[in-house]
Nanobody, 126 residues
Framework: QVQLVESGGGLVQAGGSLRLSCAAS????????MGWFRQAPGKEREFVAG????????SLGDSVKGRFAISRDNAKNTVYLQMNSLNPEDTAVYYC???????????????????WGQGTQVTVSS
């Protein structure tokens, strides 16, 4: 089992940047595929970014391509989401998620992730 704690959210002006971190407990972090999701009020939780267990493959949602990047440091049990060129549509609670790595690689549905953090609020003002 793994426990996830997000940090780094906050209030930022449009065009600004933030870096979210997700710290994982346990000694098997490198066995997990990691994802970032977000949920805005009244909307479904949507896939933002994913990264395979070794970090060799990443994927970004269409709405954040070219602006966001995901990375991980398995020695620190941490996954990051670098967010640039933020706009008010990026306002949401951002969640870190984990699933046991399989040959299927990165998954895009929230239903395929087993562990979740508590979320961190990102607010982008216009």
């Amino acid at each position: 089992q793994v426990q996830l704690v997000e940090s780094g959210g906050g209030l930022v002006q449009a065009g600004g940047s933030l870096r979210l971190s997700c710290a994982a407990s346990g000694r098997t972090f490198s066995s997990y595929t990691m994802g970032w999701f977000r949920q805005a009020p009244g909307k479904e939780r949507e896939f933002v970014a994913g990264i395979t267990s070794g970090g060799g493959s990443t994927s970004l949602g269409d709405s954040v391509k070219g602006r966001f990047a995901i990375s991980r440091d398995n020695a620190k049990n941490t996954v990051y989401l670098q967010m640039n060129s933020l706009n008010p549509e990026d306002t949401a609670v951002y969640y870190c998620a984990a699933r046991r790595a399989t040959a299927a690689g990165i998954r895009y549905s929230r239903l395929e992730y087993d562990y979740w953090g508590q979320g961190t609020q990102v607010t982008v003002s216009s």
